[in-house]
């Protein structure tokens, strides 16, 4: 009988005390009402209950681990259907004068009307001065009335009030306070924009608001697009600046997790540090680096303490490269490893030759016949080793030795001027498909030579 009351007197207080928990929270619930008691529940409860009320995948809905910002549209709006490609960049004020509006404006005028039709600009205005914002929006709004009619450029604007804390931060790598502030502050600008462009077009290109752009960029990065789609394996970015955070491709499906990953890690280091490790993450071991490269940073002071910024990308090339496919010879005797294809492929690479003889040369052979539109030839470094004597010649009929090919028929298109050609329009010259690109010697000289660059443009035989 004692073991049996014992049992009830357990099993009294016990119900008891739940009956008093159940009074707490409910009588805490009739007083803060539901709507307050749900603002007072934890987050992370909550995130949980909603997972497991879905079946559908969380993944695949692209909405996990939201980021609570308000936007504030301030030009523009978001086209209605996804692009090939939306740019991203953002802009603070800077003590030392404004780059945005020539970059937008080399973004623009680089591109084919087709081209702009294919993509869309959003710029972040990421600085908490009123009377700079409502300035540059007005500027803006003058310079790209048509662009912001038709869709090619939205401009936002996010209220301070909503970063996290930007000071008593942790001082990695021993940064002063206001620069760890101005990187981690700029992460977080990089997260609101890549998070904000998500879904508006197939892959997203990060920019900085101090750049020049390379002609017919965006049919470039299709090109590489499809030419890495096509290889095994797997890639996160891909690079069309050797510089900072510049020219940095990524695909839509990726953006939520890189927007998160810049949040949660935005007092660490810098963004363009950060990066790199999205990447590896991404299990993309090394950078895919496409040369020449497409952007070029312009800005010369910069918008941290408006310091004086020097950095150039060798690598820039602003007319569009698409030399095809060649062999490339000459006869000239080579300085070290400054072999001729160097001439012809993109890259800060060029061809060094010893003194040229009367018809010495430099001779591309394409693998297909090809209509030479635009013919481009620079020779010489800082004024000097500059071709003085030469003419520029397009061939049919390849001829083959053991040594080298050729072709049978050259004709004369023009000669260099001051160690430079250029000509346009070369198809209503030569009309007919070309198999090889030579720059014919005239005069020996006693001086080096150097060939920079021969670049073509061309059109469908």
């Not at 990060?206 to 020049?212: A, F, G, N």
């Not at 049919?396 to 050609?421: P, W, Y």
């Amino acid at each position: 009988m004692r073991r049996h009351s014992k049992k009830k007197k357990v099993a009294v207080v016990a119900l008891l005390v739940l009956g008093g928990l159940y009074f707490l929270n409910y009588s805490g619930f009739v007083q803060m009402g539901p709507a307050s008691w749900l603002k007072s529940t934890p987050r992370a409860l909550t995130w949980q209950v909603e997972r497991l009320v879905s079946r559908e995948s969380w993944v695949e809905r692209g909405d996990f681990l939201l980021l609570n910002v308000t936007y504030q549209l301030l030009a523009g709006a978001p086209p209605t259907q996804q692009k090939f490609l939306s740019v991203g960049l953002s802009s603070v004020k800077r003590t030392k004068g404004s780059y945005l509006v020539p970059t937008l404006q080399s973004l623009f005028s680089q591109s084919s009307p087709e081209e702009r039709s294919s993509m869309v600009v959003v710029v972040l205005l990421a600085d908490s001065d009123a009377i700079w914002t409502i300035n540059t929006v007005t500027e803006m709004k003058v310079a790209f009335s048509s662009e912001l009619k038709r869709g090619q450029l939205v401009v936002i604007h996010v209220p301070l009030d909503q970063y996290p804390p930007l000071t008593g931060l942790k001082r990695n790598y021993n940064d002063p306070p206001d620069r760890v502030t101005f990187r981690s502050k700029q992460n977080l600008d990089y997260s609101f924009l890549i998070h904000y462009s998500a879904g508006l077009g197939q892959y997203y290109l990060q920019l900085e608001d101090d750049v020049l752009s390379a002609k017919n960029f965006l049919t470039t990065i299709r090109r590489r697009v499809e030419e890495q789609n096509s290889k095994r394996g797997t890639w996160a970015m891909l690079e069309f600046s050797t510089l900072g955070y510049i020219g940095k491709l990524y695909k839509s499906a990726h953006l939520p997790l890189l927007a998160r990953f810049l949040f949660l890690f935005y007092q660490e280091m810098p963004c363009d540090w950060l990066m790199g490790h999205f990447r590896e993450l991404m299990t993309q071991r090394e950078p895919i680096i496409f040369k020449p490269s497409l952007f070029q940073h312009m800005g010369m002071f910069s918008s941290f303490r408006g310091t004086y910024n020097k950095l150039k990308d060798k690598n820039f090339e602003e007319g569009v490269y698409n030399n095809p496919s060649a062999d490339v010879y000459s006869n000239m005797s080579t300085y070290q490893k400054n072999f001729p294809k160097l001439a012809w492929e993109a890259g800060e690479g060029f061809f060094w030759g010893r003194s040229p003889e009367k018809g010495s040369h430099l001779t591309v052979v394409f693998l297909t016949a090809t209509v030479v539109t635009g013919i481009l030839v620079e020779t010489g470094s800082g004024g000097k080793d500059l071709l003085y004597s030469a003419q520029v010649e397009l061939g049919q009929d390849v001829v083959s030795s053991k040594e080298e090919k050729t072709c049978k028929e050259f004709r004369s298109v023009g000669a260099l001027e001051n160690g430079r050609f250029e000509m346009s329009e070369v198809d209503k010259k030569v009309r007919s498909a070309s198999w090889c690109l030579r720059v014919l010697v005239t005069e020996a000289q006693k001086d080096w030579v150097i060939i920079q660059k021969v670049r073509i443009t061309t059109k469908p035989s």
